[in-house]
């Protein structure tokens, strides 16, 4: 039973209010009386706001599907559509050019580039491992990832592998002849590394002696001058060190007796408390606000067992280095923390206002998350050396709910006593509404914004919702295929630009969503880069090694004065709906498709309803592993759901679709000993009837948000 205290008229699950007490406000000067009185004038004031940005949410859908169910095919004519946009203030005037004037920026945001990481808060151990990911072994990434051919005897072993290590020496030394050539001669034909009291000196085996064409990439080393252990290097921003140890096993079979490349990668990590976690009430909340703590203060730690050893993980510490002057400096060794908040939508149990309603999870995170981090600013700034916040705030629509989302935050500065816009936003473009206002949305939050970012997925699935009568939507795959994706992603940079993120704020861009397939990661995602964006996500601390590489070939900032002078993207091309050209799909088509979206849709729903699980490596209808959170949900649920709603195919044949791929969901999760199947009993399996309702009712949730139904149902499962 959810036991509740009273404090300033809300009633607070004791759990949380227990938490608060006693390991939140103790070290932030704030007293228990004054944080509840406070936090109940916001709930107050902002809930009722809340609801009525939800409310116009609905009308605006509403007026939608009304405008297209009587302008079908023919009927249809997109400069009309265009002005009935306008009407109804779905698109919103145009506001005078302006440039953010956001202050206080870290580093790892202003004028750095490099990947971030996004992971669920719920997981310590996946938290630890993500804010110690600001550095990674170059050697093990290759190593242990299909970058590394395991052609001609090069296949991974238990023990070490010559041949393969042979490989990713010769796959290092390129990328060193690459960022940080030589004047003459090559790295791959270095046997000694060498410091004097002005440089580096590099003696190649036929005996010369070569420097760096670049003597300024030099930076610091570890040991002696006499007998580096490492040596420091700096390129566009990023550090990357190379590390010496003649009693390594790798050293042993290279000429210099080099042991391993770190490479500087995670800058930034999102810590999520939003689509990669399960967090449906007081008690999860509060363990992901505690992990958040843990960060805040420096001292998560978690206890591991990994091959039959235990091990304590923690927070790593500053790497120290000096210079050639003998002065001594550090590096930081964690990544820049942001906390993903959840969005306007969700409310959660967790307290309860005047009236007994539950209220808005977004003004609970605000409040918390923003206290909590009062640790870091205020004690040790191990976080942030500039003493800011950073809240990356998802799913909001348009520019009234950026302001809303602003007016919240600063209310929330005043009840702690901060500075104005001690608490940075980070606005997710993931909406329509939002895509199509952007500049309007950062104009709103122009004091404290500090990241934009694409996500696809979840754009995707409000595209689909959005336009749910307009007609039958392209098969998934084709959908990323059509005009707007394409003119979207521009659009978010070239609005960043214009806007004067560049060299202020990050710009980024979406997840490489297959953690096992490195090698196409590194072929493909310095799209990304090349992009403009300073910024791109990915799966997994490897994946942050070896996409930090794109970094090195690329200068972003040097990119982005080229990028601002191009024409803008076309508003026309992100409004151009992505119907299907022909619904003249054979029956095997439709089938193929529903088995996809349907095989997708049960492989996450089951591990979230029945094991709490909102972010994991699910095996897709090939048995590829995909990392999967709500927003590829949501885009599965919805294409279905559409699908549906314009005859493509029958209720009969999804359900159909959906108890022959349970069995397949079966069989791939038959080594999780937690694991509950589905195909054995369909009327009893709560988290089956929850992937079915999420097709079947999909049209009438909330923007397509899979969230309502996916909550009501793991609380029903937690109940049980």
């Not at 939140?24 to 704030?30: A, D, K, Q, R, S």
Request: glycine residues 6%.
């Amino acid at each position: 039973m959810n036991q509740r205290i009273s404090k300033a008229n809300l009633q607070v699950s004791q759990c949380l209010a227990d938490f608060i007490e006693f390991e939140v406000l103790p070290g932030t000067g704030i007293t228990s009386v004054d944080f509840w009185s406070k936090f109940s004038d916001i709930i107050n004031k902002f809930s009722a706001q809340n609801r009525q940005l939800l409310k116009t949410r609905g009308q605006l859908q509403d007026q939608i599907d009304q405008w297209h169910q009587t302008h079908q095919g023919d009927a249809f004519n997109f400069e009309q559509y265009k002005r009935f946009l306008i009407k109804i203030n779905y698109l919103v005037p145009d506001v005078d050019d302006f440039t953010i004037s956001t202050e206080n920026v870290d580093d790892e945001l202003a004028v750095l580039a490099g990947p971030q990481l996004v992971v669920p808060i719920m997981n310590a151990r996946f938290a630890l491992n993500a804010v110690n990911a600001r550095w990674g072994s170059l050697y093990d990434a290759l190593y242990g990832s299909d970058v590394i051919s395991d052609k001609n005897g090069a296949e991974q072993t238990v023990s070490y592998n010559p041949a393969r290590g042979k490989k990713v020496i010769e796959f290092a030394k390129n990328f060193l002849d690459q960022s940080m050539p030589l004047v003459s001669g090559s790295h791959k034909h270095a046997v000694d590394y060498q410091l004097t009291e002005e440089q580096v000196i590099v003696t190649l085996e036929n005996g010369e002696q070569s420097h760096l064409a670049n003597p300024e990439y030099f930076i610091g080393f570890t040991g002696s001058i006499t007998q580096p252990e490492k040596l420091l290097f700096k390129q566009n921003g990023l550090h990357f060190e190379i590390k010496f140890d003649s009693q390594n096993i790798i050293a042993q079979s290279d000429l210099a007796g080099i042991s391993d490349i770190f490479i500087e990668a995670a800058l930034t990590t999102i810590m999520d408390c939003e689509d990669s976690v399960a967090a449906v009430d007081a008690q999860d909340k509060v363990l992901a606000y505690r992990n958040w703590l843990g960060l805040m203060k420096g001292t998560l730690t978690e206890t591991i067992n990994k091959n039959g050893k235990e091990f304590t993980r923690s927070m790593n510490e500053n790497r120290q280095y000096q210079k050639l002057t003998g002065e001594l400096f550090d590096i930081k060794a964690r990544s820049l923390m942001f906390v993903r908040n959840v969005g306007h939508l969700m409310t959660n149990d967790a307290i309860l206002d005047q009236q007994g309603n539950e209220i808005p999870e977004g003004i609970l995170d605000a409040m918390i998350t923003s206290t909590i981090a009062l640790h870091d600013i205020k004690d040790n700034k191990q976080n942030s050396n500039n003493g800011s916040i950073y809240i990356v705030k998802p799913k909001m629509h348009g520019p009234e709910e950026v302001a809303f989302a602003d007016n919240l935050f600063a209310a929330v500065e005043d009840a702690l006593s901060l500075a104005r816009s001690t608490i940075k936003m980070g606005i997710m473009d993931e909406e329509r509404r939002t895509s199509v206002n952007l500049k309007a949305c950062i104009s709103a939050a122009k004091d404290r914004v500090v990241f934009i970012n694409t996500g696809f997925l979840d754009r995707t699935g409000d595209e689909i919702h959005t336009s749910m009568e307009a007609g039958a939507m392209a098969r998934k795959a084709d959908i990323k295929l059509t005009p707007w994706i394409g003119a979207y992603e521009d659009n978010n940079v070239d609005i960043g630009l214009a806007c004067g993120f560049s060299g202020r704020a990050q710009i980024g861009k979406g997840m490489w969503p297959i953690p096992d397939q490195m090698a196409n990661m590194l072929a493909i995602k310095i799209n990304h880069v090349e992009a403009g964006a300073n910024t791109a996500w990915v799966p997994s601390p490897t994946a942050a090694v070896l996409h930090a590489l794109h970094y090195h070939r690329v200068d972003v900032f040097d990119l982005q004065k080229t990028l601002i002078q191009r024409t803008a993207a076309n508003l026309d091309d992100i409004l151009t709906i992505p119907l299907a050209r022909s619904t003249n799909w054979s029956d095997s088509e439709i089938q193929a498709e529903l088995d996809n979206n349907s095989q997708g849709i049960l492989g996450y729903v089951v591990r979230w309803v029945d094991q709490g699980i909102g972010c994991s490596k699910v095996p897709d209808i090939n048995d590829v592993g995909l990392m999967e959170d709500r927003a590829t949900l949501r885009i599965s649920s919805q294409h279905l759901a559409n699908w549906l709603r314009h005859n493509i195919c029958s209720e009969q044949q999804v359900l159909a679709s959906m108890k022959k791929m349970a069995a397949i969901v079966d069989q791939q999760n038959v080594n999780d000993s937690q694991y509950q199947t589905m195909a054995d009993d369909f009327d009893n399996s709560i988290a089956f009837k929850a992937a079915c309702q999420l097709v079947f009712e999909g049209k009438s949730q909330p923007n397509g948000y899979t969230e309502p139904l996916l909550h009501a149902f793991r609380k029903l499962k937690k109940s049980r």
